[in-house]
């Protein structure tokens, strides 16, 4: 009988994500509500990460071990976990949704005939059984999922859907067992990760910012955010479709995959609100929003919001600041 | 090289979405469609890696009822060489696992260099069908890529991580790469390569019946609009110069931002 929550606990180079710990919380509130035991599971060449993660509470920590999961590698992570998933016989495989999981745990579900419940927001546990909520449409909708059929359920967790520091640190170390695995053939090479030279803006330093979206429509209109900006002493900055487009360099993009940044304004200009866009910015003191579409994900982190043309909106805001400002 | 580029008709970004009486998916009738932004990408990549070592095959495949069409006709216009369509009115619930398996019976036969896929996609979001179908198919994978070199006899392809960071990994091929956003400036269909396209194979396909009886791993049971968590200040009560002025005067006042 499959029995257990397993969590996946990501490192790279030997340094815990974040999430990973989040995932940690949202396994023990599953656990706690399904009265099952909740075990983590560490890949790598030798025990000595896993004890970091057996502070946690936790039934054990098993650390699944082979001399190929050096790095990170697609073909060995996914050989490396299905053999830990059907030795343990888990009822639920819970991981964080990070670039690294989405790189291979899909492979990992397929063996099993099976999808991820991917990129979840919440579980909640109604008479035994889990319903897990999805954001779908870039933010816009949630829908709430249920799994068919047989065990192992796999499901990730979006960033910040639950907050490390609310998983519970246990009396004792769990135990710590090794298990070793075989790896087949990997077919893929990892050269050491980089980052881009220096970048030429730093918005981190950025009082204020003024973000737009593809809701700016043409280049040509990025003059008309970029008056506003100067007008207040702030950057200009971006989503990603703007730099993708090559209408501002990816220096200006915000985001999980740009800069993160925490200024005392933020105007956000036809940006629709997608996660991604969101990490990258939703710390900030102020947040304003301007956008034609009332649904927008944008205003559900907003202090301010203007339902309308960011057109209309721009040039009177422009006008009204320099009033006011004398 | 012969590559296969799968891409996925999604509604417009700019929708407005309503959610169906039974509040269980959108309302489609009245919805427009779009190409999976990322797909878009796949496809520019694919005639790019064409062009740059002399010639080859592009070959698009998208699953979905006729109205995809639209979106296979385009590629064509761009220049992919021939089309294959995986023709599904079914619009009963698909995970990803069902997709793939449909995806992957429909391309098998062809023995491509390089199969291309979009990251993820702009409606379900699943980020797993490419992964999947490297599984079904044997191919090594990697994901989120943003830059291809193929000019050896493997790959090499950077990949990108969070946060600014990113990757390079070798691997052999045939392989199958999940392209991210960004990758490249799309072309334009030229007039010349729409008419072109006109005299292009589309092929059309029905989906393998067993791949689309494969029991379904999740379902939705319900679909709603997210709760807000923050109380905004909504300004302007739909006038968008009124709350442009409201806006002001509350940034100097509440935010003290000057
Ligand atoms: C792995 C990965 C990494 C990513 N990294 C990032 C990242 O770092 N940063 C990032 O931003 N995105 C990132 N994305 C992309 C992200 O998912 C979204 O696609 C993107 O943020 C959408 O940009 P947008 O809001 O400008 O465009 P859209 O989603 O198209 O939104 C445009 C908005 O403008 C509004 N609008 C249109 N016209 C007007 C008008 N006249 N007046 C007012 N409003 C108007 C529309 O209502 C809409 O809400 C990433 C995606 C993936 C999968
Ligand atoms: C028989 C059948 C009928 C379907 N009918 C409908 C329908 O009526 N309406 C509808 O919206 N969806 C339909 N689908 C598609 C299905 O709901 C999703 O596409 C699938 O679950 C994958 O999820 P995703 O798009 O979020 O995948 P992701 O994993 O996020 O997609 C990643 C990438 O996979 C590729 N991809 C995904 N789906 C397709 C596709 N259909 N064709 C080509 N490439 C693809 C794209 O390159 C995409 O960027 C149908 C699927 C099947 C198998």
Redesign the pocket.
Known sequence: MPNGILVFAEHRGGAFNKTSFEAVAAAQQLGASLGQPVSAVVLGTDAALASQVATYKLDKVVSVENPKLSDYTPDGYADAMERAVRALDPQFVIMPHTYLVRDYAPKLAARFGKDLISDCVRASVADGAVTFSRRIF?GKIDADVVANGEPPVFATFQSGAYRADQAERGGEAAAVESLPVEVGEVRMQPEEPFQEVKQAVDLTKADTIIAI???I?GQEHIALAQQLADLLGGEIAA????CDAGWLPIDR??????QTVTPKLYIAL?????I??LV?MKNSSTIVA????PE?PIFDIADYGIVG???EVIPVLTEEIKKLKG | MKIIVLMKQVAN??AILRINKSETWIEEGDLSHEVN?SDGYALEEALRLKEKHGGGEVVVCSLGPQRVKSVIKDALARGADRAIHVVSDDTAQLGPYAAAKVLSEAIKDEQADLVLTG??SDDNGYAQTGVILAELLGLPHAT?VIEVDASGEGLRVKRELESGWYQWYAMTRPALLTI?SGISQIRYATLKGIMAAKKKEIKELAPDAEALGAAAHQRITKVYFPQKTKQTQFLGDGDAKAGAAQLAEKLRTEARIF
């Not at chain 1, 036809?270 to 997608?274: E, L, T």
């Open positions: 870039q979206g593809r809701g429509k989503s990603r479709p703007i993009q915000i985001g999980s995959s740009g036809g940006i629709s609100g997608a991604q866009h990258g301007v956008n034609k579409d927008a043309d960011l057109f | 970004k700019d932004e990251l993820q989120i991210q």
